[in-house]
């Protein structure tokens, strides 16, 4: 946790002051002039404004919605990806980060269905990155990183204990940031591979059994009609063909102006791997397009969620969350825009389906004045917006991920951070199924475009990839994990003054 909590308790020692009968007897004297009615902080028995938490009363999460963050002391923490457990629990996938001593690490935390902690752990040696986790069959889960120079992937039990960690060696510099559950009991796992500069790197895919071992895996080379510079696919879907859709961004500059921009990539494999096509989603009237995430849709499918700027006025931007509809054969069904009006940013990172037909987009708000928030925006099937809300957490706020509860709840989750000078932490809010939360959350005004996005198709080269599969140690530790309730508010309370 950061310099946000440490400020609290100072509030609160300091706020022992207020006891004293003098400060009582002013603020008295200052309520009859004022008209007889003085709001003022009531101090709690630990000192400082006494904490409300306001508890659910109406819907399905009467007593169950929450608005919590999580951290340990003098580190960066964040939420990657969210588990539900058969106990109506969450485990929540992160990493943990500091500079000095320098430490690098995935961070699991389990809570009860109330946002309770009930376990969590810090795993590796301080040098892995942290990617995306599946659950497994017996209610434990796979975590996918990378170690710097290869693929590890990690099985824990449902206590978070390492059962086994297997690596991916292809001679190179391998990582892998997406795990895909496949239908046939194994795993698609989504990265890279490269030399190091100056050589490029190339999208590497790897399928497994339901044990780890290697069925396939093979290299992609995106060739595209514009200058790409880059390419990072990040997001994957299995297909009804028993094929995969694997989705990212390719970045390209232009030398002239010295700008980059961004289109999203998807590529269409079979079974086996095999490339069926590549394509390409742009917008000449947009500045870029990217993908956060995407999701099957109910007629085999796929909506994509990503962020789009839609209009430029000088050097400030208007960005909003996209969501793209896209038929089997990869054609456009529909495509929107969502944004708050005015002069805010807003972006999509996540995509959930929603058992009526609809989705839940995920996402953030920001502009100069109040900073970043959460920002939700639920839709039906052809896209019109069903509801739109905002989560403030207390600071700056992000969303990287969400999924539906067992009884059809929402829980956003990601990070949030007091100031740019504090350490983050990871950041959870469970909502009832309208959005609504325990508090700090507000209906948003959203508003929709209906642009035109261009589907071209480029050359995709494929060529098998091997791999040396070996074991890694993979330590664990207890970390202290620090867990803040964000539904705090100071009680006012009226001061009666009685006559003589």
């Known amino acids: 946790m950061g310099r946000h909590s440490e400020e609290l308790n100072r509030t609160n020692q300091d706020g022992r002051k207020w006891r004293r009968g003098v400060v009582l007897v002013l603020t008295a004297l200052l309520a009859l002039m004022m008209g007889g009615w003085w709001r003022f902080p009531l101090t709690g028995a630990v000192g400082g404004p006494a904490s409300i938490y306001q508890a659910s009363t109406s819907g399905s999460a009467a007593g169950i919605r929450f608005h919590r963050s999580y951290g340990l002391a003098g580190s960066n923490e964040r939420v990657i990806t969210v588990l539900p457990t058969s106990d109506r629990g969450f485990i929540l996938v992160g990493f943990t980060y500091r500079n000095s001593p320098r430490y690098l690490g995935p961070y699991i935390v389990k809570v009860d269905a109330a946002g309770n902690v009930q376990w969590s752990r810090t795993y590796g040696d301080g040098e892995e990155w942290t990617g995306r986790a599946v659950a ?14 290869d693929i590890y992937l990690a099985r824990m039990d449902a206590a978070g204990n390492v059962q086994q960690a297997i690596t991916y060696d292809g001679g190179a510099l391998e990582e892998a940031g997406t795990i895909l559950a496949t239908s046939d009991g194994g795993f698609l796992l989504v990265g890279s591979t490269s030399r190091g ?5 190339r999208a ?26 880059g390419v990072l696919l990040s997001s994957a879907v299995q297909t009804s063909d028993g094929g995969f859709l694997v989705g990212g961004n390719q970045s390209s500059y232009d030398y002239r102006t010295g700008q980059y921009t961004y289109s ?12 069926q096509q590549g394509w390409e989603l742009t917008n000449p009237s947009f500045g870029s397009v990217s993908l956060g995430g995407m999701v099957t849709t109910f007629d085999g499918g796929v909506l994509l969620v990503g962020t ?9 931007s208007d960005d909003d969350m996209l969501a793209v509809k896209l038929d089997s054969a990869g054609n456009v069904q529909w495509s929107r825009t ?7 940013d ?9 058992p009526d037909g609809g989705f839940l987009l995920v996402g953030n708000t920001h502009n100069s004045s109040s900073g970043f928030d959460a920002y939700a925006v639920k839709i039906d099937g052809a896209g019109n917006v069903r509801w739109s809300r905002t989560y403030d957490g207390g600071g700056g706020e992000g969303i990287a991920t969400a ?41 948003a005004t959203t508003v929709t475009t209906t642009p035109a996005i261009a589907v071209q198709t480029f050359v995709v080269d494929s060529s098998p990839a091997p791999l040396t599969v070996g074991t890694t140690a993979f330590p664990s530790a207890v970390p202290e994990t620090q867990t803040e309730n964000r539904c705090r508010y100071p009680l006012y309370l009226p001061l009666v003054v009685k006559g003589p």
């Open 136 to 149: 497994a069959t017996d209610g434990g889960f796979w975590l996918v990183g990378s170690t710097g120079s």
């Open 197 to 201: 500069y100056p050589f490029p790197g």
């Open 204 to 229: 590497l895919m790897v399928k497994l059994d339901g044990s780890g071992s290697v069925q396939w895996s093979r290299t992609y080379e995106l060739y595209y009609s514009s200058e790409g510079t």
């Open 264 to 275: 999203i990539v998807l590529l269409k494999l079979n079974a086996d791997g095999t490339v």
């Open 308 to 316: 789009t700027v839609v209009g430029m006025n000088g050097n400030v």
């Open 338 to 344: 969502y944004g708050r009006p005015g002069v805010l």
């Open 346 to 354: 807003e972006g999509g990172t996540a995509v959930v389906r929603a």
């Open 403 to 443: 999924v539906i509860t067992s009884d059809g709840d929402f829980l956003l989750a990601g990070d949030t951070w007091p100031d740019s000078t504090a350490y983050d932490d990871m950041y959870v809010v469970r909502t009832d199924d309208l959005g609504e939360s325990t508090c700090n959350s507000a209906p």
